[in-house]
C-alpha cells in the first residue's frame, strides 16, 4: 500500500496532556519549507507524472506550514525513534491537500481559526504564544465524546481531529514510524552462503569468483542484472 493510500485509509491518533515540550521548538522556517518537491518510493511513469505535477503547485504558505509544524509536534513530540520532522509529516500533509482537495479548506480554515483565537485570547498568533497558552486552546478541541457523530461536534473540533489523524498517520507511514511500530515487513536477511562445515561434509567449496560476486552482503539490497545469455552481471 502506498503512504500516500494509508492516510486515506487509517484513523489513528490519541492525544494526551504530555504532548506540550518546549523541545518541539527549534526549528527555522527554512527547515519548514524544505523537501517539497521530492519522493523516494516506486512509481510508475504515470504516478510519476501525476506526482510531478502535484510537487509542482505550492499550497500552504510558509506561514501556515510553520504553523503546522508547531502543531504537530505538539500532537506527536520527539521520542528515540525520530520526529515528526525526520518523518516530513508537514509535507506530507501539504502533499495530501493537493492530492485530496476535499482536504484543504478544513486545514486552511483551521489555521486560520487557531490563529484568531490565539489573537483573540493572548493578542498574538499561535506560534509566538508560550505552550501554557497553546495547551488551553488545544485542550478545548483535543478531547471529544467518541459516541458522539463527528458532524455534530464543532468545526475546530473536526479540524483538530483531522489534523491529529494525518499527523500519527503520516509519522506511523514513515521510515522512522515504521521502525518504532517494529515492523520488519519484507526485510532481506543476511546470508553468506552455505556454512562451512556442510561444504566439508560434502566435499563441496565455492568458485572464489562466484562467492565475490554473489555473496556481497554490501550489495545485498541491489537488484540483479543479468546479460542475454543469463549470465549474471551484478
Not at 501525476?50 to 509542482?56: G, M, Q, R, T
Amino acid at each position: 500500500m502506498k503512504r500516500r493510500d494509508s492516510i486515506k485509509n487509517l484513523v489513528l491518533g490519541s492525544f494526551g496532556a504530555s504532548i506540550f515540550l518546549e523541545s518541539c521548538y527549534n526549528v527555522s522556517r527554512e527547515k519548514i519549507v524544505r523537501s517539497l518537491t521530492r519522493y523516494e518510493y516506486g512509481r510508475t511513469p504515470e504516478e510519476k507524472l501525476y506526482d510531478d505535477k502535484l510537487f509542482a503547485k505550492k499550497f500552504f504558505s510558509n506561514d501556515e506550514l510553520l504553523t503546522l509544524d508547531k502543531l504537530c509536534n505538539l500532537i506527536l513530540p520527539p521520542n528515540d525513534f525520530g520526529s515528526i520532522r525526520q518523518a516530513e509529516v508537514v509535507q506530507l500533509i501539504e502533499f495530501m491537500a493537493k492530492d485530496i482537495p476535499t482536504y484543504q479548506t478544513p486545514l486552511r480554515k483551521g489555521l486560520s481559526w487557531i490563529n484568531d483565537e490565539s489573537k483573540k485570547r493572548f493578542n498574538n498568533l499561535f506560534i509566538d504564544i508560550p505552550i501554557s497558552s497553546q495547551k488551553e486552546i488545544l485542550d478545548e478541541i483535543a478531547y471529544y465524546d467518541p459516541n458522539k457523530n463527528m458532524n455534530d461536534l464543532s468545526e475546530p473540533t473536526q479540524w483538530f481531529n483531522l489534523l491529529r489523524n494525518l499527523t500519527m498517520t503520516g509519522y506511523f507511514t514513515s521510515e522512522v514510524g515504521i521502525k518504532e511500530l517494529g515492523y520488519k515487513g519484507n526485510t532481506p536477511n543476511v546470508w553468506d552462503g552455505i556454512p562451512q562445515n556442510i561444504l566439508d561434509q560434502y566435499g563441496l567449496s565455492y568458485d572464489k569468483d562466484w562467492l565475490d560476486k554473489c555473496v556481497d552482503q554490501s550489495k545485498r539490497n541491489d537488484k540483479a542484472i543479468w546479460d542475454e545469455k543469463g549470465n549474471l552481471i551484478s
